[in-house]
């Protein structure tokens, strides 16, 4: 495929938040975040003990709480593992946050990242070829019982038999997005989701894992987007029809203090064709403390930049 595929969708903005106490300062921050206009809310499902002092709630109760506290934003997890729940669990879950928050829901789906979460909760650590794996059952599992099938003696990673939900309100589901920057991953959003996620050409966090520059990283992304462009090619997709999502990952909060490097973040992302971006709140990312210049920065972006950059045509 010798170009990119710009997306004719208009530009979407949300903010992930890293779910810390107290719970008050924390809902705080997520309304304060609707009412600023962004489009989506995201929390990260981790376990406490992976990132203490940053995750001390856990996601999909928090998220069944955002459902009434919030009535505008699409609201999700960036990302649920694949580690920790059963699909016909997280499929109930799902369809009793989607009913609450009004057909609000996206599903952030992942292959898990830190071992150390699995043993938590008392799993093993699969190999990466068996996560993927896991991942493409769970997507159909999850597929198929929102869309009211009734899943019977299935056998698999998630033995289940007689799984049945209530449908959830978004019809024929809620959207999956996939978060995917290997190439297996990539061909399972490109076949099965509805929207990719991508860290926008930033490695992981690991040991002697560091950030990349900016035009290192939209390089990176750039390949992967190929990548994903192949493989709806060779799905017989469209790929304008799937949603690409950038959880600006690694990247700075001084970011929100200047309007013209933001606009240039946003700019060369949207040449691939990214139509979401996803940002954090704001925090000092040595200390995790809450900084009000940061925070006073991203209300100022809000107010002032992403109105207009909203109204943008499309990329052709």
Not at 55 to 72: C, K, P, Q
Not at 143 to 150: C, Q
Not at 170 to 195: E, H
Request: hydrophobic letters at 40%.
């Amino acid at each position: 495929m010798s170009s990119l595929n710009p997306s004719d969708r208009p530009l979407r903005f949300g903010l992930l938040y890293l779910q810390s106490a107290p719970w008050a300062d924390l809902l705080g921050r997520i309304r304060r975040g609707e009412e600023m206009g962004f489009d989506s809310l995201w929390v990260g499902d981790h376990m406490t003990g992976q990132y203490p002092g940053l995750i001390s709630f856990e996601a999909w109760t928090l998220l069944a709480t955002m459902a009434v506290t919030t009535s505008r934003a699409r609201i999700g997890a960036l990302v649920t593992p694949i580690t920790f729940r059963h699909p016909a669990l997280l499929a109930m879950s799902a369809t009793t946050v989607d009913h609450a928050s009004g057909g609000r829901l996206e599903i952030g789906l992942g292959i898990g990242g830190a071992p150390v979460g699995n043993s938590i909760v008392g799993g093993a650590d699969p190999s990466g070829a068996e996560r993927v794996a896991r991942l493409e059952e769970q997507v159909d599992l999850l597929d198929r019982l929102l869309r009211g099938e009734t899943v019977r003696d299935h056998t698999g990673f998630y033995p289940t038999s007689g799984a049945v939900i209530e449908p959830p309100v978004q019809r024929p589901r809620p959207p999956i997005v996939i978060a995917a920057d290997g190439p297996r991953l990539i061909d399972l959003a490109a076949r099965r989701a509805d929207g990719w996620n991508t860290l926008g050409g930033q490695p992981m966090r690991g040991t002697n894992a560091g950030g990349v520059s900016l035009d290192d990283a939209v390089m990176a992304t750039r390949r992967r987007v190929v990548l994903l462009e192949e493989a709806c090619e060779r799905a017989g997709r469209d790929p304008r029809t799937l949603r690409r999502i950038l959880l600006a990952y690694r990247v700075d909060p001084e970011l929100f203090l200047s309007t013209d490097a933001f606009n240039d973040y946003v700019g060369r992302y949207r040449e691939l064709g990214i139509d979401e971006f996803v940002f954090y709140w704001p925090f000092d990312q040595q200390t995790f403390a809450r900084v009000s210049a940061y925070e006073d920065g991203l209300e100022r972006i809000a107010a002032t930049v992403l109105p207009s950059m909203r109204r943008t045509p499309a990329l052709h």
